[in-house]
């Protein structure tokens, strides 16, 4: 008993069916239902969970149901570990139990944190974080190690919780919605915009549309090159380092020119976009897609050619394509497993899902190169389409009341959902975010075991998950 939705379309809440959790629990178990969203709403005293789910791979379909749950229920990890946050985290914002939980550890709470412990006298333990060095965001990793030999890697996060998911329930904008993850600008600010567009019943105009979606793949090629540049220099392969940084910039200021931000902050509005992309910009693009695409080209191959390259990143922190489905990984470092998950599927039922195989370190190396081809030609053919007018005018937002909307976006990372449900007022009740890395952080642990610790800086920007998407 579910009910049918597409990507961003609104549906009346009481249109929701409210089943069991009992049936809900066998359908995910035997249909094996891949949960986009898995969440408490408390609704007229009573929590309300919402599960929202799709096929394993390569469809367009989703579904939601719901169901009511009181102080505890009947935990669904055991037949179903992709689920095994998504009830921590039910457990940690409303004490509501998942009884059998195998791993029932705090999400982002710092307080009564166990790391897991070993009586082998030969194991000992490495800390890493929450203080880095340089810039990247506080995260705390806990090696148990025996020698060089990683036996198990736990990731501790929550440090910079900010509130944002309850700061866009009380003052929704899109530019708080831009700002949660700065190298997912785009990403966020698109999935935001659609869900009040849906909510409001507003039609965005094509162009708008097409430099949406423009902006999105200029965002995903940005990212993809400068990881590129950052795994080489990981391996201290510093050439590759110094041409991925160059040509990375050569796309964030193309994006300057565009909308006058380098990562494309101010250029989608609530209704469509505040920048045009006119024939002129529209040549530089190709242009500098063109120029992009070869020293890419040229850099790959040297790289792929270089056997001390390659005895880094080969066979080096392998994901199995099993472990990938089991834990529900998504995004590239899901199709680098060989899953055909992508998001853009749910709006295109022609778009081809690109995969590489292995889940090495390797594997997510060159799926960022196959994303990069892959991107040019998207934007190029969406420039060709680019005519007419932008509406520049702004329209009155009013969110229908006792409503429900999942918008989905295939950010740079992977599945993006934004749910969001209104009240009888039409005011937000709930805002929830499922960034890409809810999902994948977990796929970082088990890449990392048997593996030696001298690669972990390598492992984890094979990955270079969010923190601050997941520190919501």
């Known amino acids: 008993m579910y009910l049918e939705i597409k990507n961003n379309q609104t549906v009346n809440k009481a249109d929701i069916p409210i089943d069991s959790f009992k049936n809900i629990k066998k359908d995910l178990d035997f249909k094996k239902m891949r949960v986009v969203q898995f969440f408490v709403n408390?609704?007229?005293?009573?929590?309300?969970?919402?599960?929202?789910?799709?096929?394993?791979?390569?469809?367009?379909?989703l579904f939601v149901v719901s169901c009511y749950v009181e102080n505890s229920f009947e935990s669904i990890t055991p037949i179903n570990l992709a689920l095994h946050l998504f009830e921590r985290e039910i457990y940690e914002n409303f004490e509501i139990k998942p009884i059998g939980h195998p791993w029932i550890k705090p999400v982002r709470k710092q307080d009564n944190y166990e790391f897991l412990k070993s009586d082998d006298m030969q194991t000992?333990?490495?800390?890493?974080?929450?203080?880095?060095?340089g810039i990247i965001e506080s995260g705390h990793f806990r090696f148990l190690c025996n020698s060089e030999?990683?036996?198990?890697?736990?990731?501790?996060?929550?440090?910079?919780?900010?509130?944002?998911?309850?700061?866009?329930?009380?003052?929704?904008?899109?530019?708080?919605?831009?700002?949660?993850?700065?190298d997912s600008t785009i990403a966020y600010a698109l999935t935001f915009a659609h869900a009040i567009e849906s909510l409001s019943n507003i039609k965005v105009d094509k162009k708008s549309e097409i430099i949406r979606l423009i902006a999105l793949e200029l965002e995903r090629i940005a990212i993809h090159i400068g990881d590129l540049g950052g795994i080489a220099e990981d391996i201290a392969y510093k050439i590759g380092s110094a041409v991925f940084g160059v040509t990375r910039t050569l796309v964030i200021n193309t994006?300057?020119?565009?909308?006058?931000?380098?990562?494309?902050?101010?250029?989608?509005?609530?209704?469509g976009v505040?920048?045009?992309?006119?024939?002129?910009?529209?040549?530089?693009?190709?242009?500098?897609?063109?120029?992009?695409?070869?020293?890419?080209?040229?850099?790959m191959k040297a790289m792929n050619n270089n056997t001390s390259v390659l005895s880094?990143?080969?066979?080096?922190?392998?994901?199995?394509?099993?472990?990938?489905?089991?834990?529900?990984?998504?995004?590239?470092?899901?199709?680098?497993?060989?899953?055909?998950?992508?998001?853009?599927?749910?709006?295109?039922?022609?778009?081809?899902?690109l995969t590489t195989g292995g889940g090495d370190v390797h594997s997510r190396f060159y799926i960022r190169y196959v994303?990069?081809?892959?991107?040019?030609?998207?934007?190029?053919?969406?420039?060709?389409?680019?005519?007419?007018?932008i509406n520049l005018e702004r329209q009155f937002v009013n969110l229908a009341p006792n409503s429900f909307v999942t918008s989905i976006t295939e950010s740079w990372r992977g599945e993006l959902a934004h749910t969001v449900i209104t009240d009888e007022k039409g005011n937000i009740e709930t805002y929830k975010i499922k960034d890409p890395s809810f999902n994948n952080w977990l796929g970082l642990a088990i890449a990392n075991r048997n593996g030696q610790i001298s690669n972990f800086p390598v492992c984890n920007k094979s990955f270079n998950l969010s923190y601050c998407g997941f520190d919501l």
């Open 149 to 182: 030999r990683i036996n198990h890697l736990e990731v501790q996060l929550g440090y910079q919780h900010r509130g944002a998911e309850k700061m866009l329930k009380i003052a929704p904008s899109i530019q708080l919605a831009e700002s949660i993850c700065g």
């Open 312 to 353: 880094r990143l080969e066979k080096t922190a392998i994901v199995s394509i099993k472990h990938a489905k089991e834990i529900g990984m998504v995004g590239m470092a899901a199709r680098a497993c060989n899953v055909k998950i992508d998001a853009r599927k749910f709006d295109d039922e022609n778009f081809e899902i």
């Open 371 to 389: 994303e990069i081809k892959q991107s040019k030609k998207i934007i190029e053919n969406l420039l060709e389409k680019l005519e007419g007018e």
């Open 42 to 61: 408390p609704e007229n005293g009573k929590n309300r969970l919402y599960c929202v789910f799709t096929g394993n791979e390569s469809t367009k379909r």
């Open 255 to 271: 994006m300057q020119e565009i909308c006058g931000n380098r990562f494309g902050k101010g250029l989608i509005k609530i209704d």
């Open 274 to 299: 505040n920048f045009d992309i006119d024939t002129k910009i529209g040549e530089k693009i190709l242009s500098m897609l063109d120029e992009v695409q070869k020293r890419v080209d040229k850099m």
């Open 124 to 133: 000992h333990e490495v800390a890493v974080g929450p203080v880095h060095a």
